[in-house]
C-alpha cells in the first residue's frame, strides 16, 4: 500500500476487492506479454496462441473442445476459424480426434510435440512461480485457489451476458435502424 497510515490498518473488504481486481488486470497483462513472447519465437500468430492457449485451458478440465466451440470462444467466422486450425495441424501443434460421443464431431487436441514445445518454453515460468510462493503456507494457497474460481466464475457470467447482449444487438442491426424522429403530418 502506497498512501501514507495504510500498513497501520487492514483493507476493508472493498479495498480488498479493489486490489484484487487490479492484481487480476496486471496478471491478464503480464500474460498476455508472456503469450506474445513464446508466439513470436515459435513462428505463430497471437491468434493461434489464444486458440492453443483455450485448447490447452479445455484439456486441463478434461473437456477438449470441439472446432465450433473453439470459434465461439475467439469469436472467428468459420472459414478463419477453419484455417487457423488446419495451419496449427500443419504445424504440429494440435490434431483433431474423433468425438467418441459423436462421430460425426472432432476435437481438438494438442499434438505430442506441441505439448512438449509448451512444457520447454513454460516448466521455468512454472518455477518461478513455485519460487515465488514457496513460504506461502497451504491455507492462503487454498484461499487464493477460492479467489481465482469465484473470479473466474464471475467473468463467465459476465462473458455470457456480453455474449448475449452482443447477439441481440446484432439482431437488431440486420433488421436496421430503428428511426427514433417521428414525422408529424400536419
Known amino acids: 500500500m502506497t498512501k501514507r497510515g495504510a500498513a ?5 473488504r472493498a479495498e480488498l476487492e479493489k486490489l484484487m481486481s487490479a ?10 506479454r508472456i503469450g506474445r513472447h513464446f508466439a513470436r ?3 505463430v500468430s497471437g491468434s493461434d496462441f489464444h486458440a492453443l492457449l483455450h485448447i490447452m485451458v479445455a484439456e486441463t478440465t478434461e473437456t477438449p473442445l470441439t472446432l465450433a466451440q473453439l470459434r465461439q470462444r475467439m469469436d472467428l467466422s ?3 476459424i477453419t484455417y487457423l486450425v488446419d495451419r496449427m495441424i500443419d504445424s504440429g501443434h494440435i490434431r483433431r480426434e474423433a468425438d467418441p460421443a459423436d462421430r460425426r464431431k472432432s476435437l481438438l487436441r494438442y499434438e505430442k510435440s506441441g ?17 515465488a510462493m514457496a513460504d506461502l503456507p497451504d491455507r492462503d494457497l487454498a484461499a487464493a485457489h477460492r479467489v481465482f474460481t469465484a ?18 444487438s446484432a439482431t437488431g442491426a440486420k433488421r436496421g435502424p430503428v428511426n427514433s424522429r417521428r414525422r408529424v403530418v400536419r
Open 115 to 131: 505439448m512438449a514445445l509448451a512444457r520447454a518454453y513454460f516448466t521455468p515460468l512454472g518455477g518461478e512461480v513455485r519460487s
Open 41 to 43: 519465437g515459435h513462428d
Open 23 to 32: 492484481d487480476l488486470r496486471a496478471l491478464t497483462a503480464q500474460a498476455d
Open 8 to 12: 497501520d490498518r487492514r483493507p476493508d
Open 78 to 80: 468459420a472459414p478463419a
Open 151 to 168: 473470479m473466474i466464475a464471475a467473468m463467465t457470467t459476465f462473458e455470457a451476458k456480453a455474449a448475449k447482449q452482443a447477439e441481440s
